[in-house]
């Protein structure tokens, strides 16, 4: 009897435990496809931001419409089996940078009890082209070597743009060429070509934000290319292609009271940039930039603070020079091999040539998950 009683109640606990058994698998299942659920609404969100111009996008700078707003669940089906829908709240009317939240639901936000919710959140950004007034443009005072051609009369697909831009004082050297997008091509130098003596806030408002350096500075860190202080590209440490970011030698964004000594300090040399091509991508600097050597730069070269071009290297794209110590001017005086020292050319200054992702992306560091 004793025997019986054991085994009797061995098959109980048995039969309980098989009956759980489907209860606790078809509760994994419902999780799992919130979270997919989750996941595709983060992707429906990052859709919806890149194309602004579509139907179902939202348009830039503006809040986000329903049902990005959290108003009303998305369904989600494969063909006549519903599977659920998430709810997609966008915050913020920034033209790059948002806030996302997420809630993956199965079987949807209505019905019994045991819903399955899976909640994700993230930062999306889309890395912004400063948009120069011109191919090379300078906050402070600028010099133009002998013989040195600086050249933005070919491209027109983001508008005219001078040849070069300054808040301060423009010496064009002897024998040198400064040429931008206006009425008279044949005739360098004019005023349309070489604009001095610009309102700062022409500068400012294009300038990189501290929001659109944090952005960069997250996505060079996730890419491996974030580096500080003082920083020497050459054969034995090329450029690689994509977004390079250097940052001051504490890591700390750049104030009033930062010193001289903490700001970032790049070199680029012979050997930084494979012979016969070129670097494409964005190199942003919080800091003095130097481009020297040979080779070509496709793409935006950005520093806080003084540029100087020597030697025979070429860029392609925007140089941008935002003098926030320095008063000593900016100085292009690179004669390459062919072209000009410096090209405006739109696209490659967005794109850095093909190489800057100009849809919206998370910003590393920023996703988040919580269940429900």
């Known amino acids: 009897m004793m025997i019986l009683l054991v085994l009797s109640a061995v098959l109980v606990g048995l039969s309980m435990v098989a009956g759980r058994e489907p209860v606790i698998a078809g509760n994994h299942v419902m999780l ?25 996008g939202i348009p830039t700078a503006s809040p986000a419409p329903a049902p990005y707003d959290g108003s009303r669940l998305i369904a989600v089906a494969t063909g006549s089996n519903p599977l659920g829908g998430f709810r997609l709240t966008i915050s913020g009317a920034a033209s790059h940078q948002r806030e996302l939240v997420v809630a993956g639901l199965v079987p949807g ?19 912004r082209f400063p948009d120069p007034p011109a191919g090379l443009t300078v906050r402070g005072d600028l010099t133009i070597g002998s013989g040195v051609v600086v050249d933005a009369s070919t491209d027109g697909t983001c508008g005219d743009r001078a040849g070069t831009w300054s808040t301060g004082v423009t010496t064009v050297g002897a024998a040198s060429r400064v040429q931008g997008r206006d009425a008279t091509p044949a005739i360098p130098n004019e ?33 491996g290319t974030y580096y500080r202080g003082a920083v020497n590209f050459d054969a034995a440490q090329p450029m ?3 977004l390079i970011f250097v940052d001051t030698l504490s890591g700390n964004a750049i104030t009033d009271a930062t010193p001289d000594t903490d700001l ?24 003095s930039l130097l481009i020297g050597g040979r080779g070509v730069l496709e793409g935006l070269a950005y520093a806080a603070d003084r540029i100087s071009q020597t030697g025979a290297s070429r860029v392609v794209g925007a140089l941008m020079a935002g003098h926030v110590r320095t008063t000593v001017p900016s100085l292009i005086d690179a004669r390459p091999d062919t072209g000009a020292a410096v090209v405006w050319n739109c696209e490659a200054g967005r794109s850095g040539g093909g190489s800057i992702p100009q849809r919206w992306i998370v910003k590393p560091g920023s996703y988040r998950e919580a269940a429900g």
Do not use: M
């Open 32 to 56: 799992a496809q919130a979270q997919a659920l989750a996941e595709a609404g983060l992707s429906r969100g990052l859709w919806a931001l890149s194309n602004p111009d579509s139907a179902d």
């Open 109 to 127: 936000d209505e019905g019994a009890l045991g819903v399955a919710r899976q909640e994700i959140s993230a930062t999306a950004i889309r890395l």
């Open 191 to 223: 005023d349309t070509d070489v604009q001095q003596g610009q309102p700062v806030g022409g500068f400012d408002d294009r300038a990189f934000s501290a929001q659109d350096l944090s952005a960069l500075r997250a996505v060079a860190r996730a890419r």
């Open 240 to 242: 690689p292609d994509g």
């Open 264 to 287: 970032a300090a790049v070199t680029i040399r012979d050997g930084a940039i494979r012979t016969g091509g070129s670097f494409r991508g964005w190199i942003v600097v919080n800091g």
